[in-house]
Nanobody
Framework: QVQLVESGGGLVQAGGSLRLSCAASGIILRINAMGWYRQAPGKQRELVAAFTSGGSTNYADSVKGRFTISRDIAKNTAYLQMNSLKPEDTAVYYC????????????????WGQGTQVTVSS
């Protein structure tokens, strides 16, 4: 089993900043990809930012230049620094990780955190 625990959400005024953390624990041989998604009320879950299995980063167009994803590989932890927050950034933010728990390819699967609420007031 793998657990992803997010922290750092909260209420902030427009223009403010928040930093989200996601710590992965459990039986982890290798984290192939890791990132952040968000889901606003009535909308589909969307990618915010992620490290790909090749080590590059992807960002949603709406957050480019404002959000930065980083990671501490030794701690199996990813971070999302969110600056210049806007009311439209309000959503539940979910951590996602593509984790291999063993040597076989069949041990590789996606895991999700429980989500952390980010609310940006205008």
């Amino acid at each position: 089993q793998v657990q992803l625990v997010e922290s750092g959400g909260g209420l902030v005024q427009a223009g403010g900043s928040l930093r989200l953390s996601c710590a992965a624990s459990g039986i982890i041989l290798r984290i192939n990809a890791m990132g952040w998604y968000r889901q606003a009320p009535g909308k589909q879950r969307e990618l915010v930012a992620a490290f790909t299995s090749g080590g590059s980063t992807n960002y949603a167009d709406s957050v480019k230049g404002r959000f930065t994803i980083s990671r501490d590989i030794a701690k199996n932890t990813a971070y999302l620094q969110m600056n210049s927050l806007k009311p439209e950034d309000t959503a539940v933010y979910y951590c996602n990780a593509d984790v291999a728990t063993g040597m076989l390819a069949t041990t590789r699967r996606d895991w999700w955190g429980q989500g952390t609420q980010v609310t940006v007031s205008s």
